[in-house]
């Protein structure tokens, strides 16, 4: 019993030392701290996105924990691969003033989409196959609802390397079958 008790109190006095000694003053109050130099943080560029066109490209992005249909113009019709570019691009400024946000952004994890026959397929790496989490499911529900605004893209399928992948509905199950918007109904607001 005595030697935990030392132990203990050996334990208590190194923790003291290494907060004593870790260089950074005690205060009474909390008080905000400026950031100054590289520790500042920077704005992700955002990418050119077309103001004006004769087309009407639908994206799905979030607010409140919900899909939101924007309708943004482009030049030309956008394929599979543009639209998922638009995408992962995120809001740009005047959606984001708007309190619009993705789960998407700064994802690596998807690879490309393509389309054909009705069908779109993304294929995904390793790192966003479903798992069921809500921020999973509003991702998958983003590109799914995103794709399947395209005229000529009645269902969405998930791969990885060739493969079909399950991903996670708008209730979190998952599925390997394709998707269309309304397997994320409950997650879109009007």
């Known amino acids: 019993m005595r030697r935990h008790r030392i132990a203990a109190a050996v334990a208590g006095l190194t923790l003291l030392a290494l907060v004593a000694g870790c260089g950074v003053p005690v205060e009474d109050t909390a008080r905000e701290v400026e950031q100054t130099g590289n520790n500042a943080p920077t704005a992700a560029p955002t990418p050119a996105v077309a103001a004006s066109g004769p087309i009407t490209e639908t994206l799905y992005l979030l607010n409140d924990g919900h899909l939101v249909a924007v309708e943004r113009k482009a030049p030309t019709p956008p394929d599979a691969q543009q639209l998922l570019a638009d995408l992962l691009a995120g809001p740009i400024p005047a959606e984001q003033e708007a309190g619009l946000t993705s789960a ?61 992948v399950g991903v996670p509905r708008g209730n979190g199950a998952l599925t390997e079958d394709p998707l269309t918007c309304a397997d994320y109904a409950n997650l879109v607001t009007q």
């Not at 989409?113 to 294929?123: F, H, I, P, R």
């Not at 809500?134 to 590109?143: C, E, I, P, R």
């Open 104 to 164: 998407l952004t700064g994802t690596t994890a998807i690879n490309s989409a393509t389309d054909a026959a009705g069908s779109a397929t993304v294929e995904l790496s390793t790192a966003l196959e479903g798992t069921g989490r809500s921020d999973d499911v509003l991702a998958f529900g983003q590109l799914v609802c995103t794709l399947s605004s395209r005229p000529d893209i009645n269902q969405v399928v998930f791969t990885r390397q060739g493969q079909r």
